[in-house]
């Protein structure tokens, strides 16, 4: 089993990025995938999740601004962020039931 995330970087305030997540085959079809972040010296919190039936789910911090979407044809979770903040600064990871990526850094700074 394995979540692979990709497409982190630093990026300007008002900037955007695209996170993706490869999921193992075997477990693409649990519900929910999500994305959750880290930033330092806080807790891990969700950011956003989807289901397989493409209901989303958002953190008000990040409604309007960030897209979760799912391909099913490819395996992956992706997370497009627009109009990036600095208090988006963090470490995200996928996540499906048990299961966590290794993590991507997202630093938002001018």
């Known amino acids: 089993v394995q979540l692979q995330a990709s497409g982190g970087g630093l990026v300007q305030p008002g900037g955007s990025l695209r996170l993706s997540c490869a999921v193992s085959r075997s477990i693409f079809n649990i519900n929910p995938k999500g994305w959750y972040r880290q930033a330092p010296g806080k807790q891990r919190e969700l950011v956003a999740t989807?289901?397989?039936?493409?209901?989303?789910n958002y953190a008000d911090s990040v409604k309007g601004r960030f897209t979760i979407s799912r391909d099913t044809a490819k395996n992956t979770v992706d997370l497009q962020m627009n109009s990036l903040k600095p208090e988006d600064t963090a470490v995200y990871y996928c996540n499906i039931f048990r299961f966590w990526g290794q993590g991507t850094q997202v630093t938002v700074s001018s």
């Open positions: 989807i289901t397989s039936g493409g209901t989303t």
